[in-house]
Every structure is written in C-alpha cells, then in structure tokens.
C-alpha cells in the first residue's frame, strides 16, 4: 500500500548514532535531526559527541540531543546509554551502528599483515563487531519491549565486500601517515554484513528492520596520490563526499524503505561493479 505524506519524515522518532563524533558520525546526526529526530549521539569521546550534538544543534532550528560517552565495547556502558536514551526520550526507534577504531596507536594498526600483533587485531575486533552486536542487542532488546518495531543500521566499508587493491597504497598518505587497510578492517567490516543478515532474519517478525551502509572511500585527509589512485578505480572517477552518505542513511532509517531489510547499500561510485 502506497505510503501517504513524507516517507523520509522521523517526527516523534529517537535514533541512537554511535561514533556520532567522528568522520561521519556529525553529519549522520545533522540529518536524522533534520528530518524530525530526537538524536543521542554516543562516542567514546565525550568531548566530540558534545561538540558534534553542540554542531547539529546550530544547524537545525529546535533540534534536540543528548550526548554520551560510550565505549561500545563495554557491556555495561551499552546498557547503561540505552537506558538513559531511554529515560530522556522515552524509547528508540532507530540505531546506526556506526562506531568502528584504528585503535589508540595508528602505526600498530597499520602493521603490515606477517607482523601485526593479535593483541591489535582483538581491539579493533572488539569495537568493529563486538560492538556491532552489543548495541544492537540493547537496543534490540529495547525495541521488542516497545512492540512498535524499528530500523537498525549498521555501518561496514566497501573493503567488507572486496579486497583492497594494494597497489593503491604505494606512496598513499592519511593525514601525513603510510597507510594501508589491514586485515583486520576487512574482516570486521565482512562481519558487519554477516551480523547484519543474521539480525534481519532473527528480528523481521517483529518488524525490527536490519540492513547496512556499506560507504566507498569518502575524502578525509587522504593525500592526492591516494586519492588519485583510488579515483581511478571507480567508474564515476571520485571519491565520495561525507555528505553522500547521509541521504542513504535517511532512506534506511526512515519508512522510505518499510520493506528493506537483510541488505547491504553500498554507495561506493560503482567501485564494485568492475
């Protein structure tokens, strides 16, 4: 049945983003709150969730957030973010699972694969998919006590779904650092996927939709030659912009997409069609 008025509209809706003061968290959150959302902007720095929350708050007449650190990674910090969101807002109705690290020592996250150390890849490990499941079990769980279901959207990269091209890295800098994508980014972002699908299927009776953005390269600090190389891969002949990301999240958060679930966006440029 057709849907009457606007479909992408969250009026009276509260979402929960995690990593909401990073790269993309900020502009994730501007535009669940442009579109009529209570939005709870959890990060595990409390300082960028409050300037994230203070940014979208400047941006968006009447706006209404909360910001709190969280540690996805950290049981009981989980539990203990849902039930403020909840006492603040009175339920959730939406979640991005977005929170991922490059943990706290960039030159052991980018170790070459014969070196890297499982001590590294537990960490990134435990924040990428333990988190994934952490929050959306609380939050999961939170929905099915409110009865009126909910969207649930998990954040995994293009390298969940392909390999890296490792030539494009030779001379390839981030914010002045060789860079490089480990290992064990790809195989927690192939996990998101997986976790995604399991959770549609668990859920869809009880209309919790589950699906996932899976963002190609988006420009953040790159330097031209990584840039180049990468823009040279991809049919359109770009990286992405953060702001193209955000649409698509409206789309799967919003009644726009009532009968989505178990998929995975990818909004890559047409990186992954040749």
Not at 182 to 189: E, F, L, Q, T
Request: include cysteine.
């Amino acid at each position: 049945m057709a849907q009457l008025g606007n479909p992408f509209d969250l009026t009276g809706r509260t979402a929960v983003v995690t990593g909401g003061g990073g790269i993309l968290g900020r502009g994730f959150c501007q535009v669940l709150a442009a579109h009529g959302a209570r939005v709870a902007v959890l990060d595990l720095d409390a300082q960028a969730a409050s300037a994230s929350a203070e940014a979208v708050r400047e941006a968006v007449t009447g706006a209404e957030l909360l910001a709190l650190p969280c540690n996805v990674a950290d049981p009981e910090q989980v539990s203990e973010a849902v039930v403020r969101v909840v006492e603040r807002f009175g339920g959730i109705d939406i979640l991005h699972n977005n929170a991922a690290t490059k943990t706290g020592d960039l030159k052991e996250f980018f170790e070459p694969l014969e070196t890297y150390k499982l001590s590294t890849w537990r960490e990134v490990m435990s924040v990428n998919i333990d988190g994934m499941f952490l929050m959306a079990q609380a939050v999961g769980r939170q929905m099915l006590a409110q009865g009126r279901g909910g969207s649930i959207v998990q954040t995994a990269s293009i390298y969940g779904v392909v390999a890296p091209d490792q030539r494009i890295y030779d001379g390839s800098l981030y914010l002045g650092r060789q860079i490089n994508t480990p290992a064990v980014y790809a195989a927690s972002k192939a996990a998101v996927v997986g976790l995604t699908k399991y959770l549609a299927a668990y859920w869809g009776d009880k209309g919790i939709r589950v699906n996932t953005l899976t963002p190609g390269g988006v420009e953040s600090g790159q330097n031209d030659v990584f840039s180049q190389r990468y823009s040279a891969r991809v049919p359109l002949g770009r990286m992405a912009q953060a702001g193209e990301m955000e649409s698509a999240l409206l789309f799967l958060a919003s009644g726009a997409s009532s009968y989505v679930t178990g998929q995975n966006l990818i909004v890559d440029g047409g990186l992954t069609c040749w």
